[in-house]
């Protein structure tokens, strides 16, 4: 049986797509149940919907101050279409320990750089000040520490001479797109451990 997979989105929804097309293999081990936005205007629900994927909103801004609150909606939006492993793809949110642990090891997030090295925002930018001479996207488990947890999957590409931030990003991005269809599966085949 497939495994059932929520993309958690809150913007473009790139990786999503990726996700989404991989997921249209018919040997591919997860399907792509639903995508789930804490924004009603990202732009990536459109893109979902075009592609014949359900999707839901569960809008941060409408719980305030009340993180748990939120937390607890969109716990309850996975449950109830019996989802097995979450994928974050650019979603924007950070999340709190009691909903991280209660999807321990069904949970995967995608950081764009080589972790450990540039944890948190602005990763392309920070790579350029550094001077690393390769830079990169990894796919891993989310754990309570943030771009903490067990790495499934990595993909570097050069730092080229005159690059600038976005140069960077789109080549990033085209690596980010190959990697997490492929983490994805091996999680789905039970290939990893948690
Ligand atoms: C990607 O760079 C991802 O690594 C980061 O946020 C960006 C999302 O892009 N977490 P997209 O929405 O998947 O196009």
Redesign the pocket.
Same mark, same amino acid.
């Given at each position: 049986m497939k495994k059932r997979v929520a993309v958690l989105?809150s %913007?473009?929804?790139?990786?999503?797509t990726a996700l989404i097309e991989a997921a249209a293999a018919r040997d591919y081990p997860a399907e792509i149940a639903v995508v789930v936005s804490n924004r009603p205007d990202a732009p990536?629900l459109a893109r979902a919907c075009a592609a014949g994927v359900a999707t839901a909103v569960v809008d941060h801004a409408q719980f305030g101050a009340d993180r748990e609150a939120f937390e607890r909606a969109l716990d309850e939006e996975l449950r109830k279409r019996q989802i097995d492993l979450v994928c974050l793809? %650019?979603f924007m949110r950070l999340l709190t320990p009691w909903l991280v642990e209660r999807w321990s090891g069904r949970m995967l997030n995608?950081?764009?750089s080589l972790l450990p090295q540039f944890k948190g925002l602005h990763t392309h930018r920070r790579a350029l000040e550094a001077d690393v001479k390769w830079h990169g996207?990894t796919v891993h488990f989310v754990v309570p520490e943030m771009d903490a947890g067990p790495i499934v999957a990595q993909g570097s590409v050069p730092v080229r001479e005159g690059d600038t931030e976005a140069t960077l990003a789109e080549r990033v991005?085209e690596i980010?797109h190959q990697i997490y269809p492929r983490a994805l599966r091996a999680v789905a085949e039970g290939r990893t451990e948690s």
């Open positions: 989105i %913007g473009r929804g790139s990786n999503m990536g793809a %650019g995608i950081h764009p996207a991005l980010e």
